[in-house]
């Protein structure tokens, strides 16, 4: 934590303040052996580590570190989680003075009694200059069951004020989490995020709603984000959707995001993909290849990146997959694009080199050719 503190250009006293809230919000879990086996089976990362890393990073400006926790992880139930999550999100509120008004107004939709997974309540920071964060909370749609999710996401939309958003959003296969900013944000955003199997670029490059359509995301934008994430090439991926012959993504779900700030025009105002790169590339040395290819895109420097998986971990990124778990694409109106690199603590395992054949046919370009 203090390492990644230090590469995202944060000073140390910053850092220090940081990593004690990280600790005071994991509560008893941060102080057990790493020896001994993960508290439960959190969905937060894939070893079940209950803390993931991310860097949001943008040109010509230091990268935002952020941190996803789960401060309920190992309560011993997904109730006990839940309560957990609240108290520390409240505890936060009090030091900071922000309310937490817009999250009790759905209590009872998202913390039910015998609630169901796979998560109850996450909590992510953005590590900000000057020692407070600007939160966020993450919530589980299916709390009450998957398949009264759709209700849940439609009612909390409709308590904050967004009564036709739920009719904005694209298709989906699931909803995931329903997440919420508190706290010192310029505007406060509600999010919905879907799960998309087997989708297509083609397919990805339809599914933001922002503003009228001319506001949002170029398709072509997304559709070449996708490529280089997934590691297609980009000629015999053109060719291939001439052909009508267009690669999926089969293994885990590719996500979106859907990001509400305003309640006039119904319509979202920003919208992210996330790609799991960890099932698509044999190990984190390709997946950091392709990330500093999307980086050289949008003129991003890549080196606050590498640095962050230098001190993340000491293993080298071919010696295992999993260490850069998602890469993001973010659009919000009126801002620059935002590249998003998610790294896994790897606290409790290390995931090998993995046998999945590089989906690269030709070689990579190199980030600025064109
Ligand atoms: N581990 C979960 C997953 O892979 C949840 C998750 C953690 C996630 N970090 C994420 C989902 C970043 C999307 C983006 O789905």
Not at 26 to 31: E, H, I, K, W
Not at 33 to 42: A, M
Not at 231 to 259: F, K, Y
Request: charged content about 25%; hydrophobic content about 40%; overall charge negative.
């Amino acid at each position: 934590m203090l390492r990644l503190c230090e590469a995202a250009g944060l000073t140390g006293a910053d850092s220090a303040a940081y990593a004690r809230t990280v600790l005071a919000a994991l509560g008893p879990v941060a102080q057990r052996s790493l020896d001994l086996p993960p508290p439960d089976d959190s969905f937060l990362s894939d070893d079940h580590t209950p803390v993931e890393f991310s860097l949001a990073l943008v040109p010509d400006a230091d990268p935002t570190l952020r941190v996803l926790l789960e401060p309920g992880c190992g309560a011993g139930s997904l109730e006990e989680n839940g309560r957990t999550g609240l108290r520390v999100v409240r505890e936060m509120a009090q030091r900071w003075g922000f309310s937490t008004q817009r999250l009790d107004e759905l209590e009872d939709l998202f913390f039910p009694p015998n609630p169901e997974g796979p998560l109850a309540l996450w909590c992510a920071l953005e590590l900000v200059p000057g020692g407070v964060p600007r939160v966020k909370v993450y919530l589980n749609p299916a709390a009450s069951g998957q398949e009264r999710s759709a209700a849940t996401v439609r009612e909390a939309l409709r308590r904050l004020g967004h009564h036709q958003a739920l009719s904005a959003l694209p298709e989906g296969d699931r909803h995931l989490f329903f997440a919420l900013d508190l706290g010192d944000w310029e505007e406060p955003r509600v999010k919905v995020y879907l799960a998309h199997h087997d989708l297509s670029a083609t397919e990805a490059a339809g599914l933001s709603r922002v503003g009228d359509g001319s506001g949002g995301p170029a398709q072509a934008e997304i559709k070449r984000f996708f490529h280089a994430a997934a590691g297609h090439d980009t000629d015999v991926a053109d060719i291939e959707a001439g052909d009508g012959q267009e690669q999926r993504l089969g293994r885990r779900p590719v996500q979106s995001c859907h990001a509400f700030t305003e309640t006039a025009t119904g319509r979202p105002s920003g919208f992210t993909l996330y790609i799991p790169v960890r099932d698509y590339a044999p190990h984190d040395g390709e997946v950091l290849d392709r990330a500093v290819a999307v980086l050289g895109r949008y003129g991003v420097d890549p080196a606050p990146l590498v640095r962050s998986l230098a001190a993340a971990t000491s293993r080298r990124p071919e010696d295992g997959v999993g260490l850069i778990a998602y890469l993001g694409l973010a659009h919000q109106q009126g801002r620059p694009p935002r590249v998003t690199a998610y790294i896994s603590s790897e606290a409790y395992e290390v995931k090998p080199p993995a046998a999945v054949p590089s989906q690269r046919r030709a070689p990579v370009r190199v980030s600025g050719a064109s």
